[in-house]
Nanobody, 120 residues
Framework: VQLQASGGGLVQAGDSLRLSCAAS????????MGWFRQAPGKQRELVAA???????NYAGSLKGRFTIARDNAKNTMYLQMSSLKPEDTAVYYC???????????????WGQGTQVTVSS
């Protein structure tokens, strides 16, 4: 499966932004999907994951501000981000695989990343 992340940009604190991850190749609906982010000088961290059946989980600190969703008919996953903070600044990556692979970040399927910059 090939993944293409998009939707990043420069926004102000408090703004909202929606990221998209378009998938092509093998059956999208059979994969769990996830969003990760990596800020400069920090390790990559899981933001949210969604199973093939639509169950979701979030990094504890982000639940309530971020919402992950998928549209299997469009082979696309989304990350709706609201009330953005400067500390949300990072490159955001999408990933696909089994749910365990996605949650662990051990999958081989990654998108190229999209930069999100939140100014104060």
């Amino acid at each position: 499966v090939q993944l293409q992340a998009s939707g990043g940009g420069l926004v102000q604190a408090g703004d909202s932004l929606r990221l998209s991850c378009a998938a092509s190749g093998r059956s999208f609906g059979s994969f769990a999907m996830g969003w990760f982010r990596q800020a400069p000088g920090k390790q990559r961290e899981l933001v949210a994951a969604i199973s093939s059946g639509g169950s979701t989980n979030y990094a504890g600190s982000l639940k309530g501000r971020f919402t992950i969703a998928r549209d299997n008919a469009k082979n696309t996953m989304y990350l709706q981000m609201s009330s953005l903070k400067p500390e949300d600044t990072a490159v955001y990556y999408c990933a696909a695989g089994s749910l365990l692979e996605v949650v662990r970040g051990s999958t081989s399927y990654w998108g190229q990343g999209t930069q999100v910059t939140v100014s104060s």
